[in-house]
């Protein structure tokens, strides 16, 4: 039996689904979530049912600013919207992340009783002296 390199098992591989593709028409990692898609689950013992998938405000987020909050309101609300029209009803956001504005002005126009929202707060203490 001929040994087989990691290139060579490779390049077989993709060869062999690209003529499957190309013989079934099949489609290959298409995924369109639809509200009925996402997964909701029990959120631990507070009687909320909440998605599988939250929208996270605070990638990167440090000093009251995330990669979610520069894209500017406009955007914000419209990735907020279109979360929600996939599914998502879980918003997480925090303090830290500087979005508590962006999720009030993406709640103008997503129904705020069709959501839950997770925040967290930075506590500090006074310095002694």
């Excluded at 993709?14 to 995924?31: H, N």
Aim: charged share 20%; aromatic share 8%; with cysteine.
């Amino acid at each position: 039996m001929k040994k087989t390199c990691r290139r060579e098992f490779l390049q077989t591989g993709a060869a062999g689904l690209a003529g499957l593709i190309l013989l079934t028409g099949m489609k290959v990692f298409s995924f369109s979530p639809d509200a009925n898609t996402i997964d909701k689950v029990k959120l631990g013992k507070t009687g909320l049912t909440v998605s599988r998938v939250a929208l996270g405000t605070g990638s990167a987020g440090w000093e009251n600013v995330s990669s979610q909050t520069r894209l500017g309101m406009k955007n914000f609300v419209e990735l907020s919207q279109h979360a929600f029209d996939k599914g998502i009803r879980f918003f997480d956001t925090a303090d830290m992340y500087g979005s508590h504005t962006y999720v009030r002005e993406a709640l103008k126009v997503i129904p705020r009783d069709k959501v839950t929202i997770l925040t967290k707060s930075r506590l500090t203490m006074p310095s002694a002296g």
